[in-house]
């Protein structure tokens, strides 16, 4: 720990991803706590789309066979998953917890989230003078130059994502790793490096060796499986043949724009920024009717619109809490008027919202 003096700031980005340990595990653990020391798995048709990392032990992987997982662990516990309901609704209470801190926070599936914490990072090095140290792991155990603007403020960024692990855990019940890094890309990369309930920052030195150790160009977010079968194509497995491919060649193959892409990608360049994610707050459905006069051609209508209406709730897995109903009656002399009477939802009937 040291004592830090120097406020000038670095210009650089403070990005973390987050990424929920063994996350349909641990929403499972939370439902039922018998579970927590037993080697558990979520089982989805015939395979294990997650287990908690008890099982892992047992050398049980994600998406392996329910046939294959019991063969390595017959005590395996098997938890239904295939009602995503309780995991998307946890899924938007982590995002909800975590837009408490930082509004730019972005969602990447159901349990991973990038924040763009560098403002926050500003106000700790304008208005803290305390004392800094580096919270978990610093990548490749780089040594730490306590003169070096940018390598304060990322170690203020460790300190950061380790406070929204700690309210994680604290409020939610639920850990999850973190990668602190320059940029959304090289965040995502490190995240994993040590697992679970840990967190890696990632010091610009180490980037090249970070991106030159990966051992597949499919693991580089950006990089989808059809851009990686035609990089093999041209003989290019890793990072390393993908930064020393020649950029003619590369040109030639994916045109000058994803070639240009593909080369930054490969040099861990992303100035790809946090898009924030906010939901609806309403659904709504609306149609209009030359005839409909009575109650009875209204329910019909109403039965009309309401599938789809339900669908994209259903889509969305939350649980809708208040029901508005509005009219719009022609008349000749005032136009269209507008009418709302609005209701809470039986609490009976709210299960059977959100699938
Ligand atoms: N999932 C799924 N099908 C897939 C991939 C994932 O149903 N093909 C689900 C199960 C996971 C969740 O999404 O719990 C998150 O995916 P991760 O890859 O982050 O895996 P976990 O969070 O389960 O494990 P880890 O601790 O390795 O992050
Ligand atoms: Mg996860």
Redesign the pocket.
């Known amino acids: 720990m040291r004592s830090w003096k120097n406020r000038e700031v670095a210009g650089g980005r403070v990005i973390v991803h987050l990424?929920?340990?063994?996350?349909?595990?641990q929403v499972e653990a939370l439902r039922n706590p018998d579970l927590k020391s037993k080697p558990f798995g979520?089982q989805?048709k015939s395979l294990v789309?997650?287990c908690n990392y008890e099982a892992r032990k047992f050398g049980i992987g994600?998406?392996m066979s329910v046939r294959e997982a019991k063969e390595k662990c017959p005590q395996l516990v098997l938890v239904k998953g295939e009602d995503l309901t309780p995991y998307r609704e946890m899924s938007y209470k982590v995002t909800e917890l975590l837009e408490e801190f930082c509004p730019l926070v972005e969602r990447l599936?159901?349990?991973?989230n990038f924040l763009d914490i560098t403002e926050l990072v500003g106000k700790r090095l304008r208005n803290d003078n305390s004392q800094i140290r580096v919270c978990g792991h610093v990548y490749n155990e780089q040594g730490i130059n306590y003169r070096d603007p940018r390598h304060i403020q990322l170690i203020l960024g460790s300190q950061v994502a380790q406070e929204f692990r700690d309210s994680l855990k604290s409020r939610l019940g639920l850990t999850g790793c973190a990668g602190i890094a320059p940029s959304k890309l090289l965040a995502k990369l490190v995240s994993g490096t040590f697992?679970?309930d840990q967190q890696t920052l990632l010091l610009p030195e180490k980037i090249r060796e970070l991106l030159r150790g990966l051992e597949n160009v499919g693991k580089v977010p950006g990089i989808g499986h059809r851009t990686t079968q035609r990089l093999e194509s041209l003989g290019i497995r890793n990072l390393r043949d993908l930064q020393d491919f020649p950029m003619d060649l590369l040109e030639k193959e994916f045109g000058s724009s994803t070639a240009r892409k593909l080369r930054n990608l490969s040099l861990g360049k992303d100035n790809s920024q946090i898009i924030p994610w906010r939901p609806p707050q309403s659904f709504s459905d609306e149609d209009s009717f030359p005839k409909c006069s009575s109650e009875a051609e209204a329910k019909e209508k109403l039965r009309e619109l309401l599938p789809n209406l339900l669908s994209r709730i259903s889509k969305d897995g939350r649980r809708p809490h208040t029901l508005r109903l509005t009219i719009r009656r022609f008349s000749r002399e005032n136009g269209n008027r507008r009418e709302s009477r609005q209701c809470p939802i039986p609490s009976h009937l709210i299960p059977k919202f959100g699938k």
């Open positions: 990424d929920l340990d063994c996350f349909y595990a979520v989805q789309v997650t994600k998406l599936g159901l349990d991973e697992k679970p």
